[in-house]
């Protein structure tokens, strides 16, 4: 299912993949200062510039929270998807004290951590596991989680995404042509 996950991810996947989702939380967290501190040296200052410009106090860092139901132990468990520069899942997380939480209801009966995770690869191709800062990060996956299961709500969508494609422009390097 994730080959290209770091083999932590695969070894978890390989335990918890058939658990059933009970219930889903999509998270947003601000970016913490060394991520906009290491932004502004890449862009030598000019990530915080474009930043104010455009109204963002915070850049925010989006993860789902999944609570997976082991019918056969009859034990829940707490998961942490996301995308770094990678698909990083995890079971041993913290959720910081200033993240906003969304709560998702409808979740169909019988949804495993593996359709899951499957109907969004299956649908998003090969930029699943391809990452970029700007068109391809954590709010293109988590949001992509739950479009392609059908969870996806125009809140939600909203919540997800903060639009940050005309800094992205303005970031990029100077095209000659």
């Not at 200062?33 to 030598?44: A, E, R, Y």
């Not at 709500?153 to 042509?177: C, N, R």
Request: charged content about 25%; some cysteine.
């Amino acid at each position: 299912m994730l080959f290209r996950s770091p083999p932590q991810v695969r070894k978890l996947l390989e335990r918890i993949q058939s658990f059933e989702i009970t219930k889903i939380q999509i998270c947003r967290e601000p970016v913490q200062g060394f991520v906009n501190k290491l932004m502004d040296l890449i862009s030598l200052g000019k990530f915080s510039e474009l930043k104010a410009r455009y109204g963002y106090d915070n850049m925010f860092h989006l993860f789902a929270l999944l609570t997976l139901r082991d019918t056969v132990r009859n034990l829940d468990l707490q998961i942490r998807v996301e995308k770094n520069h990678v698909i990083d899942i995890t079971d041993k997380f913290k959720v910081g004290d200033k993240a906003r939480v969304m709560q998702i209801s409808d979740i169909p009966k019988g949804l495993t951590l593996q359709t899951f995770l499957n109907n969004a690869l299956q649908r998003m191709g090969k930029s699943y596991w391809m990452y970029d800062a700007f068109t391809n990060n954590c709010q293109v996956y988590i949001d992509g989680l739950l479009k392609y299961n059908g969870l996806l709500t125009d809140e939600l969508h909203e919540f997800i995404f903060q639009d940050v494609s005309a800094m992205e422009k303005e970031l990029s390097p100077v095209k000659i042509g």
